[in-house]
């Protein structure tokens, strides 16, 4: 399920969340520094496995009656949404 915060989030970086909604709890986890850290290549690589292994406990504890591969894809799929938004934001 997806709700109104999900659809508004799509268009901006909305920081409303619903219990329940999967997209919600996907978003969530694309926002958190364990996330940002991971995707970041910046990073060393030690970094962004420790990220990585926080993230996938992350999507087991939000998206737990989700397989985890499509958690995982719901969580990506947020991330390529926001992470432009977040950098515009940032060059503003």
Known sequence: MKCAFCAQS??????DYRPGCFGCAARSVARSGAMQISMDTSRSKAE????????????????PHMPYADARAEVLTWWDVDEPMRQAARAA
């Open 48 to 63: 962004r496995d420790a990220a990585g292994v926080e993230v996938r406990a992350l999507i087991s504890r939000t998206m």
């Open 10 to 15: 799509t268009i901006g970086l909305v920081a």
